[in-house]
DNA sequence: GGAATAGTGTCTTTCAGACAGTATCCA
DNA sequence: TGGATACTGTCTGAAAGACACTATTCC
């Protein structure tokens, strides 16, 4: 018997949120530290309950402004704001201790931005490169040793959700045009570049990322500026252009 | 204030699922004739309260089961079963006009099956073609005139959860192994072939085809086996591989 | 033999990856 | 001048798409 309201058990939905950017060449997400059991002390992903008259996706931008002070990209204002979209929908029985919550998480794309202050505690957010946070993965990814950054996991299944987060962005700018939402609106190809080394923690080459990206009809679009860099030839700036669908797309080296 | 269960608002969570089939060289989706308003006799998705101490998964899979008598392919049993996933999540307020419904959907991937009994009630379940039940996409897909099929909607917001979850399959049966989900356990290259055909609503050169999925590494495992077919040289018989990631993939034709 | 399906080979084009070489800045 | 970054061109191999051809069955 479907759809009886009349005696549905009683769940709490939340939203929760893995931020992405990218800072000094590294992928980092946004966490915040847990003020209150359980888990407290511990960092976790921002987020919070959805109200009851409130559109999943309302919600998660929403919380983005209360925890960052971004603002999501609407439909029409391009190469503004981050990027969000639904990740996946956690709903494990325990996952939280204290009662049954079933979690929409959502996934954020933004560019480099000031490091947030929340609620005017900014000892209680923090970005944090997802290799420290992450235990899997490249275990001794690119940079040196990183001892006593972030041994502890996550709170709650957090890990998990952020681990899906990062797959879901490493894949999704492979066949799509995100990459530019972790860049500000206008920006070289060495940028663009270095978002995708930094997302997929590899090394590219840059003659034939120039050619490739330069040639996906419709990926960007010369404003006619060009950028005075330290030590070599400027570069070029572009925009996004209209396409979001890449074709072809941007192949992620493999073994 | 994140994680206060104290004071949570009430939400009733269900799932609803998207089962996709190919019968008759036509992606077909599972709809259950509804019994009660609102949308009284209008057809829609099958699906169900989750129990409040069950995984959302768990929940998806047993009704996949009490819908169809269908099981899911757990991790080990290969090649019995059906491929289940999670689709996205929908919760926007007044989708249900009675309350606030939270839908976790699931995607299943079907071989061709008798057609379902739910409740031993047989005419308020059936297999429709999906481009019977979505307006938009290809219009005039490749049969004639489909007068008086499926004129009305689906009830709810399920031709959009409907809509995403064919997306989601005819996206994933690029990259993954997936389309092996919509065969018996041991197959001919052409069953394949017309699963692709059936999916994305294209014709495929046989050839290029079988040259691509034999050439694959693990995609295809052949068993030894043949084929008696009428009209026709007999055809190797196959079973799914172990690879899950399609390398190269199957890209599927565009404009 | 004719129709139908299965399977192989061959050619062309496109594109990824490697890399030589030129252009333009700063120190 | 040297170093660094931006950008262009060239070569090779892999793969997609088009299609000729052979193989094996049923009628």
Redesign the pocket.
Request: hydrophobic residues 15%; glycine residues 12%; proline residues 14%.
């Given at each position: 018997m479907p759809y009886d309201p009349s005696a549905f058990p009683p769940f709490a939905v939340t939203v929760d949120l893995v931020v992405l950017t990218v800072r000094r060449h590294a992928l980092c997400a946004l966490v915040v530290r847990r003020g209150e059991p359980p888990y407290q002390g511990r960092w976790a992903l921002p987020g919070g309950f959805v109200r009851i008259d409130e559109d999943l996706g309302a919600a998660a931008a929403r919380e983005l402004t209360e925890e960052t002070g971004l603002h999501v990209q609407g439909p029409d204002d391009r190469h503004t704001g981050a990027h969000l979209e639904q990740l996946a929908t956690y709903g494990d029985p325990g996952r939280d201790p204290r009662m049954r919550v079933v979690s929409v998480a959502h996934l954020v794309l933004a560019p480099d931005l000031p490091t947030p202050t929340a609620g005017g505690d900014a000892d209680s957010v923090r970005w944090a490169p997802v290799d420290t946070l992450l235990p899997s993965g490249q275990p001794s990814g690119g940079g040196p040793d990183r001892s006593g950054e972030q041994p502890a996991l996550l709170a709650f299944d957090h890990s998990r959700i952020l681990a899906d987060g990062v797959e879901r962005a490493r894949s999704k700018i492979e066949y799509s045009s995100l990459a530019t939402a972790f860049c500000p609106p206008e920006f070289?190809?060495?940028?663009l570049?270095r978002v995708y080394e930094a997302v997929w923690g590899v090394a590219?080459?840059?003659?034939?990322f120039?050619?490739?990206v330069?040639?996906?009809p419709g990926f960007l679009v010369p404003t006619g500026g060009?950028?005075?860099?330290?030590?070599?030839?400027?570069?070029?700036l572009f925009r996004a252009g209209g396409a979001t669908v890449l074709?072809?797309?941007?192949?992620?080296?493999?073994v």
């Open positions: 070289t190809v060495g940028e570049r590219l080459d840059p003659r034939n120039h050619r490739k330069t040639g996906t060009t950028t005075t860099r330290q030590g070599g030839r400027p570069a070029q074709n072809p797309p941007m192949l992620r080296p493999e």
